[in-house]
């Protein structure tokens, strides 16, 4: 998708000057930031969401949850640890 942009001639001198003193371009800057902002945006969601759970949750798992040492530490993370 193509977008367009206003800014001051001068500030686009400037970040088109660091982009290219970094290897990049404007166009790359503005893409990449653009990316960043919507998967923090997704960051902030789920830990809203996260919030949210721990806070109705109260730290209580459902009535007669059990857990076992072997099962929580299975998995990629805790590889070797049963």
Do not use: C
Not at 23 to 35: E, P, Q, W
Not at 55 to 68: D, K, P, Q, V, Y
């Amino acid at each position: 998708m193509n977008i367009t942009l206003s800014a001051e001639e001068q500030v686009v001198e400037k970040a088109r000057t660091w982009a290219a003193a970094h290897g990049t371009s404007l166009n790359a800057l503005v893409r990449d930031f653009l990316a960043r902002l919507g998967s923090d945006m997704d960051r902030e969601a789920t830990a809203r969401q996260f919030e949210q759970n721990a806070r109705n949750g109260a730290g209580r798992s459902a009535a007669g949850t059990m857990f076992n040492r072997g099962e929580t530490y299975k998995g990629a993370r805790f590889k070797g640890a049963e």
